[in-house]
């Protein structure tokens, strides 16, 4: 501020002469006081201001710090929490991995991608046998129902349905009928149908105790019966089929029609453990000297042994059938494989 006066002094140096020869210095210094104390009080609340200002970004700037700090460190908890919920994860899908395979054996084949994990076992009871296989689905779309023919009204084989699509393993699927159209027979699923997302024609409630089974979109086991097209594609349904029963729901095992509970037929199943691992068994029937096949009341009992917490019947009898890399492991009770509707393949 003294700088200020004294500039002002120097530039109005040459005039005060004549100012002061008129009598008017007197006048002029006391007229610039007034202006001069007013901006000394003006600056002076201006660099308040600033000191204030100051203050408070500094202050503002800590707690910036303080915040950063303590997000680092909730980052970094954060971190270690999920990291030790991995490892935990980890661990207990392990734990309920060897728990599963415990109980079903060493597998007789196995194969591993970045799509699927696929093992399969030997089921070896008393009166029937047949095979399991146990699949992880790391891509969903590895799982697909194959129409015969990818046509309407036609039937292939199993092997031939693997064969085409260049799946690694295939069962049967869904019940059917053949009914004569133009003269000629025309092969008609039962029930209702999804393929890729969408049934393959409208919605058919009929006979009414049909259930639905197959897979959604994050590769989950689906099912039920269900008596509406909301209800299905409420599921976000992906790929499924239609048969009778319902074996195990949420872990429950459901009451048998008294007509399907006590005859021991050969078996196609479909279903999921608990950690997502899809089960896939055929049981063979019908031949003495191998298998009789199975009661689904005794066949409940031997899912719900080895942990399973969802189960579908699919289609079985002659259909029944389980291909494995090209190979019929099973034996099917016609002697050879049957030429159905729909076939449920996963790719390798």
């Known amino acids: 501020m003294r700088k200020l006066y004294i500039l002002a002094l120097l530039v109005m140096a040459p005039f005060l002469g004549?100012?002061?020869?008129?009598?008017?210095?007197?006048?002029?210094?006391?007229?610039?006081?007034?202006?001069?104390?007013?901006?000394?009080?003006?600056?002076?609340?201006?660099?308040?201001?600033?000191?204030?200002?100051?203050?408070?970004?500094?202050?503002?700037?800590?707690?910036?710090?303080?915040?950063?700090?303590?997000?680092?460190?909730?980052?970094?908890?954060?971190?270690?929490?999920?990291?030790?919920?991995?490892?935990?994860?980890?661990?207990?899908?392990?734990i309920y991995e060897e728990r599963i395979l415990t109980m079903l054996g060493e597998p007789i084949r196995m194969h591993r991608s970045s799509k699927t994990e696929i093992k399969v076992f030997k089921l070896e009871e008393l009166g029937y046998r047949g095979y399991i296989a146990k699949v992880k689905l790391f891509n969903p779309k590895s799982f697909k129902v194959v129409l015969a023919k990818d046509t309407l009204g036609e039937k292939e084989t199993t092997m031939e349905a693997v064969?085409?699509?260049?799946?690694?393993?295939?069962?049967?699927?869904?019940?059917?009928?053949?009914?004569?159209r133009d003269g000629k027979p025309y092969m008609v699923h039962i029930g209702n149908v999804v393929i890729n997302g969408k049934l393959i024609t409208p919605f058919n409630g009929y006979p009414g105790n049909l259930c639905f089974a197959g897979v959604n979109k994050s590769g989950r086991v689906i099912g039920g019966?269900?008596?509406?097209?909301?209800?299905?594609?409420?599921?976000?349904?992906?790929?499924?089929?239609?048969f009778i029963p319902v074996l195990i729901k949420g872990g429950v095992s459901q009451p048998i029609p008294a007509e399907w509970a006590k005859t021991k037929q050969p078996r196609t199943i479909m279903g999921e453990y608990a950690n997502g691992d899809l089960i896939m068994i055929v049981v063979d029937g019908r031949q003495a000297d191998w298998s009789s096949g199975v009661t689904l009341e005794r066949l409940i009992d031997k899912l719900v042994e080895l942990g399973v917490k969802e189960a579908y019947n699919l289609d079985g009898g002659g259909s029944s059938a389980f291909i494995y890399n090209g190979e019929v492991l099973n034996k099917p009770s016609d002697g050879k494989l049957r030429s159905v509707v729909t076939n449920v393949v996963v790719m390798p």
């Open 18 to 94: 004549i100012w002061m020869a008129c009598g008017c210095f007197a006048d002029y210094a006391h007229a610039l006081s007034i202006p001069v104390e007013k901006a000394n009080l003006s600056l002076y609340a201006l660099e308040e201001s600033i000191n204030i200002i100051e203050g408070e970004l500094n202050s503002v700037k800590t707690q910036a710090e303080n915040q950063k700090n303590q997000y680092e460190e909730h980052d970094e908890s954060l971190s270690n929490l999920t990291k030790q919920a991995t490892e935990h994860k980890q661990e207990s899908d392990q």
């Open 163 to 180: 064969k085409r699509t260049g799946a690694l393993l295939g069962i049967n699927g869904g019940g059917f009928y053949t009914e004569m």
């Open 225 to 242: 019966v269900l008596s509406t097209e909301k209800e299905l594609m409420a599921l976000n349904p992906w790929q499924g089929v239609s």
